[in-house]
């Protein structure tokens, strides 16, 4: 009995080793190849958008390449105007501030003192706070 004991004694631990070196071995690698999966499909993700936005772009490029198109943001954003043509400028009128004299000033209302409990006006007399207001 003690000769099949030893082995076993030996082999268990060993066993158990080795099956914690291969999980080891292999769940590392694993969550890795998990992780730079993730990371691909993201980076895929990033590149549709980024060729969606290139499209909308050669769209643009091809669209100003245009002599129309060419006019048409010269004469928006810069104003130019064809040979012969004659440029009118709208200006939006200034703001007009209306002066009283003082004596048709109507007099100032002072307004109406805070109501508050008893309790906290003369927490303020106390600590002198009604002295800041």
């Known amino acids: 009995m003690t000769l099949i004991r030893k082995p076993l004694l030996v082999l268990a631990p060993a066993a158990a080793l080795v099956v914690a070196l291969a999980l080891v071995t292999n769940v590392v690698p ?19 958008d980024l060729e969606a936005q290139n499209e909308l772009l050669r769209d643009q490029v091809a669209a100003l390449s ?14 130019l105007v064809r040979e012969g043509e004659e440029a009118y400028v709208v200006l939006e ?23 508050r409990p008893w309790y906290l006006r003369l ?11």
């Not at 694993?30 to 549709?48: D, K, N, S, T």
């Not at 007009?96 to 109501?115: G, K, S």
């Not at 927490?123 to 009604?130: E, I, L, Q, S």
């Open 30 to 48: 694993f969550r890795q190849l998990i992780e730079q999966r993730q990371q691909v499909a993201a980076a895929r993700a990033r590149l549709a």
């Open 66 to 79: 245009t002599p129309l198109e060419i006019e048409r943001i010269a004469r928006e954003r810069l104003g």
């Open 93 to 115: 009128p200034a703001e007009t501030v209306t002066v009283f004299p003082e004596d048709e000033l109507a007099p100032v209302e002072e307004a109406e003192p805070e109501r």
């Open 123 to 133: 927490w303020d007399y106390v600590t002198g706070r009604d002295l800041q207001r």
